[in-house]
């Protein structure tokens, strides 16, 4: 079984920064590491994720140039740097374990995500 926390989350204000960070502990082998996020009302969706193996990395086109995923393996945890942020950005993100990519289907662990607010 695999435990995931996230932290960092926030109230941030237009064009603001914040880090996310995921723990990961537990001792099942995970492919990679995903971030996601969810606003009221809407669906799950990826925002970024990376490989354990070779940490190549994906991200979702709205967050592109704005968001860096990055991962310490002596700490176990995964960031999210989080730059230029806007209203939209606006959700809970959960980081989640599982195959990668930016489905949430194609992941089986997931955090209890922290709340992220963009406003003025």
């Known amino acids: 079984q695999l435990k995931l926390v996230e932290s960092g989350g926030g109230l941030v204000e237009p064009g603001g920064s914040l880090r996310l960070s995921c723990a990961v502990s537990?001792?099942?082998?995970?492919?990679?590491i995903g971030w996601f996020r969810q606003a009221p009302g809407k669906e799950r969706v990826g925002v970024s994720s990376?490989?354990?193996?070779?940490?190549?990395?994906v991200y979702e086109d709205s967050v592109l140039d704005r968001f860096t995923i990055s991962r310490d393996s002596t700490k176990n945890t995964v960031y999210l740097q989080m730059n230029w942020l806007k209203p939209e950005d606006t959700a809970v993100y959960y980081c989640?374990?599982?195959?990668?990519?930016?489905?949430?289907?194609?992941?089986?662990?997931w955090g209890q995500g922290t709340q992220v607010t963009v406003s003025s």
């Open positions: 989640a374990a599982g195959i990668g990519g930016l489905m949430p289907i194609a992941y089986d662990y």
């Open positions: 537990g001792g099942v082998h995970y492919p990679a």
């Open positions: 990376i490989s354990i193996n070779d940490e190549s990395q």
